[in-house]
């Protein structure tokens, strides 16, 4: 195996202005391996409760997806609820119960240890450490985090990051991480924290991508219908990762295609509840998104 | 004369976070003319009290501004002033002195009237309609409005809208011209109301440009130190037209340089106060600017 993803599964309560979900398949390393898996095979490390369905991680299976890392516990499977504005920009959490995820210390099977490309999804970075110490070969290992991380577990996140080659963010995480407002600004200070790679994601606004050698700016895909913005950070990360180690190549051009992969996979992501879009699209209509994305913004 | 902008000649005082001017030039039109200055001659239509500074009036000329159609009529010039936060996003009006722009009729004279690229820079749409009656060959003519002729003069805008080639809105003004909250959904909705040509600008996050024919999105240029944001979409606006207008051509190639050449501009404009950087800089670090954005965007 050679790319692998540890993080949640999950079952997700959404509320829209427009509709509803209750008990859909969610969580991080999901939404990432859905993501991933239509560029390359993915392992996915994580945990759930005896009510998980079945029929999920038959589907998982079914998409190309190792699941030989997902750990089942007696208990019961990480629950998130949210819901959204109509701006899609505000976002309410109802409730998160962790259930077997809080005290969950994460295996990595032989199987997947090995994998070249690893993508540590939003957990406690002290997870996400315990998780990488397994790893006995990564050669470009990617880690997300969120805000409440950065409150309160920021020395672990730091001495995370000194261990990894890439990180997401968003703007509000950019801007906590670093206390600077400007984002290109927080993101060449992100830079001097340990990563070589900052990929800024800015929602409906795009993302960017900095490094030493390569700034990268590109716009989102033009979605008119949005559905559920759930999972689209994780989506964005599954279509960057998961076609870096299709290429298996990180070179500067490699990762501004990578940037309109995760861009494009993430559009699928939004425009469906749960992974009901992203689980849907096959390679080559993420091919002809791609040709679109590439067509707008290229003069 | 080829290209003609009508619009406010200002004195504006301006507070931010971390300094202050007051009577320092501004003005729809200004900026607008000094963006443009850049890569086409440009023709100014305005109007200034009798205690607008003579020497500012000799530096738009010598900039190549032709000020033949500059107005000056006894009272005060339009003033206006303005407080930004941190985040530059949010700006306070604290005061609008319309002064001798209230009663103003737009005079374009002969040796103006007969340009071919006009832009009606922000002003109630009746009074912008009045000047576009005195253009003899106008062949581009775009519009720019705000929130409030949205508010309380939209059948005018909405007839004058049906005699433009383009408008430029940003995303709150187009989110209320249409009551659409997605922005590509809204940037098709006002294609619907006449203008052939969108361009719909978002600030730090760059902007796009929609037509029946052309979707063209674009990163704004990665400011990392923003000094003062008025002025910005007036030199967007002006860095668009100037290029279309020096090209003499809107096919689709060129209309997408224009949309770099403005997001260019905007940002030289952002870097200082009123007009300060804007004016300092010439058509070689343009280009400069230029390629860098074009480094940026391109993969």
Sequence with gaps: MSLLVIGTLALDKVETPYAARDEALGGSATFFAYAAANFHQVGLVGVIGTDFPASEMARLEAAGVNTGGVESVEGKTFRWGGRYEADWNTRHTLFT?????????????????????????????????????????????????????????????????????????????ARMLT???????????????????????????????????????????????????????????????????????????????????????ASFCVEGFSVEELAARHRGQVEARFNELSMITTF
Tied chains: 1, 2.
């Design 179 to 265: 206390g600077e407002n400007n984002l290109i600004r927080a993101a060449k200070k992100v830079l001097e924290l340990g990563p070589k790679y900052v990929v800024l994601k800015k929602g409906e606004h795009g993302a960017f991508l900095v490094s030493e050698e390569v700034h990268f700016s590109l716009p989102a895909y033009p979605v008119e219908n949005v559905v559920d913005p759930t999972g689209a950070g994780d989506s964005f990360a599954g279509g960057f990762m998961g076609y870096l180690a299709s290429a298996r190549n990180t070179d500067a051009a490699t990762l501004k295609r990578a940037m309109l992969y995760g861009t494009v996979t």
């Design 97 to 173: 119960d962790l259930g077997v995820f809080e005290h969950w210390d994460p295996k990595v099977p032989s199987g997947l240890a090995d994998s070249r490309f690893v993508f540590l999804a939003n957990a406690a970075p002290a997870v996400q450490a315990k998780a990488l110490d397994q790893c006995t070969s990564p050669e470009f290992v990617m880690v997300d985090t969120m805000n409440l991380w950065i409150e309160i577990a920021k020395d672990d996140l730091l001495a995370l990051l000194k261990r990894v080659d890439g990180i997401v963010l968003n703007d509000e995480e």
